[in-house]
């Protein structure tokens, strides 16, 4: 990654219309309708975009989509880029790195989840408080990334405080059973064993998935305020454990998404 392969990017994007959005919001998996909701949107593909990755998890379409929710000019990532994909740390950040250079000032991150607290349920949704990262590797270990920004990132408060506690009264008004956790992000694609259950357990997830947190580390990097919420798809309970259909889960994910859209417009209106 190179500052003159950023700057062709947004060049290519601003050329297209998009111009000074305030949020970015990336959609998580089986979380793509929130893009019906944009006015006036102006739709780029990936693969049209200098530099940027494609997409290539069949249920991910792969485009940045411009236009606004409540009057706030917004970019969407509909689609986004895993590690499991064969991709780098680097390539699965691009994105965050373009959306920061457009001019966003606040990130919205979604996905979807196994639900590792038994208190939770399929069909929830947790607002992230924090993570752990378990996918070996970091975003920020590239020789020139003091050229971007600070090399050494603290880590102390990944997700803004002040929209965490925004999107709790949200969801109190809106009779939304919003909950609140850890987020374990892992490489996948494959999902987790019984004992990999408990141990994510044992160190104090409460959420695993496969995605976010290299995305979180860069927009803290840009120190760019975020917030992130898990639609939890699936009860990751090793002593009941069923064999995981991604159709279910898919299912679940497009369920559960309105509650999700509801939170974010609303916390868009405050912003």
Known sequence: MTQKQLDESVAYLKDKGFNNPEVGIVLGTGLGNLVNIIENPIAAHYNQIPFFPLATVEFHSGQLIFGTIE????????GRFHLYEGYDFQVITYPIR????????KLFISNAA??????????????IEDHINLQGGS???????????????????PYDI?????????AEKEGINLKTGVYASVLGPQLETKAEYRMLKIIGSDAVGMSTVPEV?????????????????????????QPAKIDEIIRIAEET????????SELIKLI
């Open 139 to 157: 975003p920020l270990a590239f020789k020139n990334v003091a050229q971007f920004g600070e090399r050494f990132v603290d880590m102390m408060e």
């Open 217 to 241: 580390i860069v927009a803290n990097h840009l120190k760019l305020p975020i917030v992130a919420v898990s639609v939890l798809t699936d009860e990751c309970d090793p002593d009941n454990l």
């Open 162 to 170: 002040e929209m965490r506690k925004k999107l709790i009264a949200i």
């Open 257 to 264: 998404e309105p509650k999700m859209i509801k939170l974010f």
């Open 98 to 105: 373009i959306m920061h250079q457009l001019g966003i000032k």
């Open 71 to 78: 009057n706030k000019k917004v970019v969407v990532m509909q």
């Open 114 to 127: 196994g639900a590792i607290n038994l208190d939770f349920k399929k069909g929830d949704i947790m607002l």
